[in-house]
């Protein structure tokens, strides 16, 4: 009924922004990982088994790329934020 | 009062009022629901005829309510959260899914995000385990959810 805010973020015609891994299919058979900072790229089917080490502004977090992931973005699977936690002194 | 589907309408209201007593109907889905009947704008619920109240439940009965839409939602919630999301990692976290700001406020986020997934202590998967887990062992209770959602 109503048009989602996910697809009007972006035109049809464009199609889903993905980047081009040059070595994909050959790490997905080695099982290396790729290491890359593009949060924004889309996980398409061809994707599925890959492992990537997908970049949050501080390190380099591990995500295995399964069958319900495609369609999704990267970066929604690699956090940025730590969750609180209290530290007596600031000097440790 | 009438019942109808399983919720009490109030009969002294307007059609197109006490039909949003139906979780999953608002304002507008109400007015299309009576513009598809031809009920007229000021129709108390009172005033429907026998044959207009069969038409009502049989279109009611089509559209995704109530319970159906309450499970629906849940299972969306529980797949974000199961693959490892951040929508879903806040919404169990019980915290604003969309970004709002956290220092003060959003007591409707703690109110109402992922209270049932709290209750239930629903773990996400590991991401950094190398081989898949076997679904059946690890997430034998996420099973019914993931079978079922290949329906819709």
Known sequence: MHVTAASLARSVWKGPYFVHFPNLQQCIKNGTPIVTQKR????????IGAKFMVHNGNSYVAVMVTEE???RKLGEFSHTRKRFSYRLTKNR | MLLL???NLPDQKVVSVALTYFYGIGPLTARKVCSRLSIHR???LSELTEGQLNQLSSVLSEMTIENDL????SANVLHLREIGTYVGKRHAMGMPVHGQRTRNNSKTAKKLNGQWLRKYSTPARPLLSS???PSSSAFGIFQAPLSGRQQW
Not at chain 1, 40 to 47: K, Y
């Open chain 2, 42 to 44: 000021e129709c108390k």
């Open chain 1, 69 to 71: 992931m495609v369609g």
């Open chain 2, 70 to 73: 309450k499970r629906q939602v």
């Open chain 2, 131 to 133: 081989p898949p887990p």
């Open chain 1, 40 to 47: 924004a790229c889309t996980i398409m089917p061809h994707m």
């Open chain 2, 5 to 7: 589907l399983g919720v």
